[in-house]
């Protein structure tokens, strides 16, 4: 579904988050929840206020490159940005693919041959050994440089054969510790949202924001 174009000149500064996407998903999920602690603000996706080039993600960590893209947000628009990064990482092979989850096979987003990577890294592994964890941070950046930011994860382990249709990326690989026997692309998008590594991040996220976590 295509977004909705908005005229940034329309928005007020004051009341006002961009989340560095294009995605009406993420948008809608990273509102759902944010605006519980921010029920002034109008959140607004990247996409919808311009055509802007993807920073380049050099960070070593999750959190460094939510902080790269939030922070390119910040100053391709003037207005206090919200951006998340994410990945998998697997114990049995010393935390990866980490950062370089989207481009594990080496061409970014390529779903098919990441899994089937992973797949055959992991071939002599047992069950026992196949732990893994999806791994997100939420990071907001406001105009004057502060930044506030949650964590999440999504405990789990690795299938032998890709199963599901619901999801992307990992997701038909992934076995959720909270769902036994379902993989993450078996889960419908609300029992996904549910357990989440992303609705964990926003949640410690929106703790922060309110004081909670004080």
Not at 35 to 56: R, W
Not at 98 to 103: D, E, L
Not at 122 to 147: K, N, Y
Request: net charge negative.
């Amino acid at each position: 579904m295509a977004l909705e174009k908005i005229d940034i000149d329309s928005l007020d500064p004051a009341r006002t988050i961009v989340v560095a996407t294009g995605n009406m998903h993420k948008l809608t999920e990273i509102e759902e929840i944010l605006s519980h602690v921010l029920p002034d603000v109008t959140f607004v996706a990247l996409g919808q206020l311009g055509d802007f080039d993807d920073p380049e993600e050099t960070g070593t960590t999750f959190l460094e490159n939510a902080l790269i893209k939030a922070q390119a947000a910040v100053e391709e628009t003037g207005l206090p940005a919200i951006a998340d990064d994410s990945g998998l990482m697997v114990d049995a092979l010393g935390g990866e693919p980490g950062v370089y989850s989207a481009r594990y096979a080496g061409v970014h987003g390529d779903d098919a041959a990441n899994n089937a990577k992973l797949l055959a890294n992991l071939t002599d592994v047992e069950d026992p050994a196949r732990t893994a964890r999806f791994m997100s941070v939420v990071a907001l950046i406001d105009v004057d440089g502060l930044v506030t930011y949650g964590e999440g994860a999504c405990e789990g382990r690795i299938a032998h054969e890709g199963r599901g249709t619901n999801g992307f990326g990992y997701d038909p690989l992934f076995l959720p510790d909270d769902t036994p026997g379902k993989t993450m692309a078996e889960l419908t998008p609300e029992e996904k949202n549910a357990i989440s590594h992303r609705f964990h991040a926003l949640e410690a996220l929106s703790a922060k924001l309110s004081g909670e976590d004080a």
